[in-house]
């Protein structure tokens, strides 16, 4: 015999959610799925960001790295043509005059060298800086 008290009866009367409470949980949950969809797009379109900025920042350190070699092999092929004039001097005037020549270039070539690297640098700022710029734009956008 089946009592009264026995939840697994089939006397037991079955519960019903009312109306209220069930639309309620369904706008709920429809607003979850809404929040984790717009959650995943920031996280994917972040995920980009951090990407093209690593890679535009390889690639400027790359091509700061490249110009600095290509100055170090330059100075460095000057270095040896001044010390070949140098040792072919005949007088103490003419290894003065070779000197001074020298050193008038080289810091002609340091001053034009700065600014180039300065110029690069300032460029792979930009560079790098960009996907960052344009990934807020996309997040910080003004509510229609």
Avoid: C
Avoid at 9 to 17: A, L, N, R, Y
């Amino acid at each position: 015999m089946a009592t009264t008290n026995d939840p697994f009866s089939s006397s037991v009367i079955p519960f019903e959610v009312p109306e209220q409470v069930r639309a309620f949980a369904e706008k709920g949950v429809s607003q979850a799925r809404d929040n984790y969809a717009k959650f995943k797009e920031a996280a994917q379109s972040g995920n980009g960001t951090i990407e093209a900025v690593f890679g535009a920042a390889s690639k400027g350190a790359h091509a700061y790295s490249s110009k600095m070699l290509d100055f170090v092999q330059a100075n460095t092929n000057a270095g040896f043509d001044f010390m070949q004039e140098l040792v072919s001097v005949k007088s103490l005037s003419q290894a003065t005059e070779v000197w001074s020549s020298h050193t008038r270039k080289q810091v002609e070539t340091f001053a034009a060298q700065a600014k180039e690297l300065a110029e690069l640098a300032q460029k792979v700022a930009i560079d790098t800086a960009e996907p960052i710029k344009a990934g807020a734009s996309k997040v910080f956008q003004p509510a229609a």
